[in-house]
């Protein structure tokens, strides 16, 4: 006897938000990215001015997340042998654990590479003195980098390791009209024959302060 058989299944996740605590060096960008949304989302939850809103340590951000509903359907047919709807049964079961199975580890290498700390940026270099036109500048040359403060606000402590694999620790200090356009570009505050030769370079780098 031949059939049919039909399973339908419903899973819904319900739209939440969580609360979440400003941390120093913390911008709007680098919270939205952790928790994959948007600065535009966690604007509108918290009636912030707009993605550039100063926000402080141990200020308190509600974190809209996503919320989806998934629908599924399986038609299973049914055959005169119980074996062979046993061996399918099995065959699926083997393959939706092997699936799941690399799902997770790619997942695993995800979460490694999100909590490794490190990004990789565009770097460009420049001298303060020489940037201000001969009117002036209180930014020391070479000690800081410019950023876009939306991101990385005036104070954070970078650590930048460079092609060549040193390391520095620098403090942003500066900004510039080119970061508004550009988060993932830095700055470097060096004098300006260093600036000159260092020219244009990835580089990666971490917030640690």
Do not use: C
Not at 32 to 58: C, E, G, Q, R
Not at 67 to 75: F, L, N, Q, T, Y
Not at 80 to 98: E, G, I, V
Not at 109 to 129: E, L, R
């Amino acid at each position: 006897m031949f059939g049919t058989l039909i399973g339908l299944g419903f899973t819904t996740i319900s739209a939440s938000a969580k609360e979440y605590t400003v941390k120093s060096g913390d911008s709007l960008w680098d919270i939205a990215k952790d928790n994959n949304t948007s600065t535009k989302a966690i604007v509108d939850a918290n009636s912030l001015s707009s993605a550039s809103a100063v926000i402080l340590p141990n200020q308190k951000l509600n974190i809209p997340t996503g919320a989806k509903a998934d629908k599924s359907s399986r038609i299973t047919p049914l055959t005169k042998s119980s074996s062979n709807a046993s061996s399918s049964s099995n065959a699926s079961s083997s393959s939706n654990t092997s699936t799941a199975s690399n799902s997770s580890k790619a997942k695993q290498n995800d979460t490694k590479n999100a909590t490794s700390g490190w990004t990789t940026m565009v770097a460009t270099a420049y001298d303060p003195q020489v940037a201000a036109g001969g009117q002036g500048t209180s930014i020391p040359t070479g000690t800081g980098v410019a950023a876009a403060l939306d991101r990385y606000p005036k104070g954070t402590q970078l650590e930048i390791k460079y092609q060549d694999g040193h390391t520095e620790n620098r403090v942003v200090n500066d900004t510039g009209t080119f970061t508004y356009s550009n988060p993932n570009q830095l700055d470097i505050s060096m004098t300006n024959s260093q600036a000159m030769q260092f020219g244009r370079q990835s580089i990666q780098v971490r917030v640690i302060g």
